[in-house]
T-cell receptor, first 116, second 113 residues
Framework: GAVVSQHPSWVICKSGTSVKIECRSL??????MFWYRQFPKQSLMLMAT?????????EQGVEKDKFLINHASLTLSTLTVTSAHPEDSSFYIC????????????FGSGTRLTVV | TQLLEQSPQFLSIQEGENLTVYCNSS?????LQWYRQEPGEGPVLLVT?????EVKKLKRLTFQFGDARKDSSLHITAAQPGDTGLYLC?????????????FGAGTRLFVKA
């Protein structure tokens, strides 16, 4: 089955620094990947759609200059949280799939970001 | 804007009891998915329902897609502590150049031994 690997699983960084999170599709190619953010005891909120070879599509209210997305290959998308602040602390999850929206997606195991 | 409303938001039951989780929308979806998420992990796909009226079974879990494809339900028979987790319904909506998935608010289930 499709496997999506996300790294790191957790990271602690100082306020003002940048953090990069990687999302890899291990056994399939993904022209599209998705980045979500999840606050404690809440559902997933879509941040952006990562498109291979082109600019990401950001959801309303998500700052594209703060959350930089790069999808340079068919198996790798990265999310960089720039100039992180404590309010950026959250659980970030990526997903990808081969069958399109009607067949569901495979999710990474998530990255717990804590900004101190 | 398409929305998915889930109920209940929280459910605490004894082992062996049955339960049903609902996912409703005023919009028609081409399909709906159910995911289960454990703390500190990403969601895991349980099932996709595509045809109106469709019923799918996964061991003690029964999933149904409404005839009008606007709602879905998840029924768990004889719940076990291992069923504890966050259950999310999700569905595809149009996005620039393709589709994106939106999620319901989730149902947090706790099964007591």
């Amino acid at each position: 089955g499709a496997v999506v690997s996300q790294h790191p699983s957790w990271v602690i960084c100082k306020s003002g620094t940048s953090v990069k999170i990687e999302c890899r599709s291990l056994d399939f190619q993904a022209t599209t990947m998705f980045w979500y953010r999840q606050f404690p005891k809440q559902s997933l909120m879509l941040m952006a759609t990562s498109n291979e070879g082109s600019k990401a599509t950001y959801e309303q209210g998500v700052e594209k200059d703060k959350f930089l997305i790069n999808h340079a290959s068919l198996t790798l998308s990265t999310l960089t949280v720039t100039s992180a602040h404590p309010e950026d602390s959250s659980f970030y999850i990526c997903s990808a799939g081969t069958g399109g929206g009607n067949y569901g997606y495979t999710f990474g195991s998530g990255t717990r970001l804590t900004v101190v | 804007t398409q929305l998915l409303e889930q109920s209940p938001q929280f459910l605490s039951i004894q082992e062996g009891e049955n339960l049903t989780v609902y996912c409703n929308s005023s919009s028609v979806f081409s399909s709906l998915q159910w995911y289960r998420q454990e703390p500190g992990e990403g969601p895991v796909l349980l099932v996709t329902v595509v045809t109106g009226g469709e019923v799918k079974k996964l061991k003690r879990l029964t999933f149904q897609f409404g005839d009008a494809r606007k709602d879905s339900s998840l029924h768990i028979t004889a719940a076990q502590p291992g069923d504890t987790g966050l259950y999310l319904c999700a569905g595809p909506t149009r996005n620039t150049g393709g589709f994106k998935t939106i999620f319901g608010a989730g149902t947090r289930l706790f099964v007591k031994a």
